[in-house]
């Protein structure tokens, strides 16, 4: 089972696309006879309704699907299976029209447990192109910039958990495997006068980077 993000582009007859003060409803009975029709349509296609207030549309939910009902798209996350059907109903709307689809990025049917353990699979990998991307041409030069951030959004999977594309898990994710490369001496940290950065270590600091010892269980250390 395929999910996608999905688009259905909708013309409401009755309201002005243009922008600022000239974009909105002609009127409110216009306004609510769309509002209407969509939650008719929908519910009686088993979708359940979140009703939007304060200038927030409604929003409907069927399974593990999510459409938001602006009057310009019904824009969401769809079982790809679902989506034409979907169109040919949207096709016969009386106070708008469904004038085009667009299907965007695919997403994975994984759970935040589930997406932790696809990245920490590709644990090896990811450190690797960590340490590569962090490398610079001198042991005085360090990178500033949000890396995890960045190295998240690399290997970043979309998948339901994440429709909002937060992605929480990937970076947290990414954030803990740096600290660790930094722990182990694989990666080099220092202040910088644009803040905390970070380089690749070098052959020689790996060689010369001693872990603590470990005290041995009934032994004191000596002074």
């Known amino acids: 089972m395929a999910y996608r993000k999905v688009y259905f582009r909708i013309q409401v007859y009755a309201y002005d696309y243009g922008y600022g003060c000239n974009s909105g409803w002609s009127n409110e009975a216009d306004e609510a006879a769309f509002e209407q029709e ?11 309704l979140q009703a939007g207030s304060n200038g927030v549309c409604d929003t409907v939910v069927k399974d ?15 079982d790809e299976a679902n989506i034409q059907p979907l169109q040919e109903r949207l096709s016969k709307g009386k106070t708008f029209r469904c004038y085009a689809v667009d299907c965007y990025e695919e997403y ?5 447990e589930e997406y932790r353990a696809a990245l920490e699979a590709k644990r090896e990998e990811i450190i690797a192109f960590i340490l590569e991307h962090c490398r610079t041409k001198r042991t005085n030069l360090y990178i500033t910039d949000p890396v995890a951030l960045h190295f998240a959004k690399h290997f970043e999977i979309p998948c339901l958990c994440d429709q909002e594309c937060h992605n929480a898990v990937g970076n947290q994710f990414m954030s803990e495997l740096i600290e660790q490369l930094l722990q182990e001496g694989r990666l080099a940290s220092a202040e910088t006068t644009h803040g905390a950065g970070i380089r690749t270590a070098t052959a020689r600091e790996l060689k010369n980077y001693r872990k603590p010892v470990e005290q041995v269980p009934g032994q004191i250390a000596m002074m």
């Not at 593990?64 to 969401?76: E, I, K």
């Open 38 to 48: 969509c939650r008719s349509l929908f519910q009686q296609l088993g979708w359940m």
């Open 108 to 112: 994975a049917d994984l759970s935040s």
């Open 64 to 78: 593990r699907q999510d459409l938001y009902l602006h009057p310009a798209s019904f824009s969401g996350v769809m």
